[in-house]
């Protein structure tokens, strides 16, 4: 089984596109988005309506939790929200955010041994949570065993990494940040995503059984840059593509 995984779009749609080509030419079992299609650049209807035309399940981010709240009429313009083009965002595409669950949760049996996958956009106790390499070994292992996941899969810093953590029997548990399609934050230009690999023998007691694939995908980063530019978003949204902070 693979299954692919990303988060944080951001309305960058050629961003998306080259991640999309690249995700299908490895030909994933199942794919799965935790969120954040909107906000930082012009194209949030063309990468949600790829995303619904695809069928890919989708957890609400906190960029796509704000929209519900924002009138998006002409006199919407003056308000200080139009920076991240919520406006731009058609009426049935914020409809759809507004119905985005805030978790998805797949159980597996693999060898006997049943295998909880979980998938948050910040943390499974907040959307807007960072939950980062760093964070308290302790704070995390409480949360996993809140959520029973083995594997928890999250988004919202934009910066991917893969940490295995040891439960007092021995389990191992593993927390993966997805990093980000359309805005990475870790000095890295190209977009990320990630491939997990499963089979028969996964297990939580074997680190070396579950395989995370950490996908780098290059896009044309000037041009996108340019788009931001020639339109009424801040130039600073630019630069953050550029500098990939």
Sequence with gaps: MRIALFSDVHANFPAFEAMLQDMDSQKPDAVYCLGDLVGYHIYPNEVIDEIRRR???T???NH???VENIITTPESLNEPEKKYAYHLIREDNR???TTLPAHIRLEYKLNGEKLNLVFAHGSTRSIDEYILIDTDADYVLEMLKEAEADLLFVGHSHK????ILETRDGRLKHLINLGSVGKPKD???????VIVHLNAGSSTTDKNSIEIEFRRVEYDVEASAIAIINSPLPDEFADALRLAK
């Design 64 to 66: 796509d939790e704000k």
């Design 160 to 163: 991917p990494y893969h940490r």
């Design 95 to 97: 409809e759809y955010l």
């Design 59 to 61: 957890l609400k981010g």
């Design 55 to 57: 069928g890919i399940a």
């Design 187 to 193: 000095g890295d230009l190209k977009g990320c995503y």
